[in-house]
């Protein structure tokens, strides 16, 4: 079984994640995708991301590395290594993927009833965009590119297998508990 959660930027994907893994210890590990943007705030190498240079990317791409991958954002690419799924199955434990939305449903085509994919939604763009601001490590043009995207990503919460609504926190943690139990 593998989770997939997408969300637009800000919804509190990493909030959700991070819970899962807290709750949950030994039983479920994150993806670590590679990107080609810049690390932020506490962001390190191995832990959020493989922070790698475009050239390392290009050449990951021509070598059919990539499980999926996608510029997320005009010049910045994000992929998820064949290597990761393997390190983290080879560990025995279940894969949490954190991925935009193109990309969790490509991989829900490639795992199937496999995969249980869930789309985590803000309560409104104007919410999203307090909590992007109120995170302080974005800047105000990465903002608003991100909110541009949320709109367009929100369209295709109907394609996901469970919608959770991240307003109230401790009522969206519970929702994804059941979910994947
Ligand atoms: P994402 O990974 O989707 O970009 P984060 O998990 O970083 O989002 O959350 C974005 C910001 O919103 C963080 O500062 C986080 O603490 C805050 N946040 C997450 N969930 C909630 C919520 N239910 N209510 C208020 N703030 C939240
Ligand atoms: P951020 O820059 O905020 O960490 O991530 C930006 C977006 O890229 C988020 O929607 C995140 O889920 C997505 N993303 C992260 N890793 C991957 C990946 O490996 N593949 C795809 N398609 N998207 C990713």
Do not use: W
Request: aromatic share 8%; with cysteine; net charge negative.
């Amino acid at each position: 079984m593998i989770i997939i959660l997408c969300a637009p930027s800000g919804s509190g994907k990493s909030t959700m994640v991070r819970h899962l893994l807290e709750t949950y210890p030994g039983k479920y590990e994150l993806s670590i995708s590679a990107t080609t943007r810049a690390p932020r705030g506490q962001e390190q190498h191995g832990k959020e991301y493989y922070f790698i240079s475009r050239e390392e990317f290009e050449q990951h791409i021509a070598n059919q590395d990539f499980i999926e991958y996608e510029q997320v954002y005009e010049g910045l690419y994000y992929g998820t290594l064949k290597s990761e799924i393997e390190r983290i199955r080879s560990a025995g434990r279940t894969i949490v993927f954190d991925i935009d939305v193109k990309g969790g449903l490509n991989l829900k085509r490639i795992f199937g009833g496999e995969a249980l994919a869930i789309f985590v939604a803000p309560p409104s763009v104007e919410e999203l965009r307090r909590r992007l601001e109120g995170r302080g490590d974005t800047s105000a043009d990465m903002i608003e590119k991100r909110l541009a995207k949320a709109e367009i990503e929100m369209a295709d919460a109907p394609y996901f297998d469970h919608v959770v609504v991240n307003d109230d926190l401790a009522k969206a943690k519970k929702e994804l508990d059941k979910l994947v139990q």
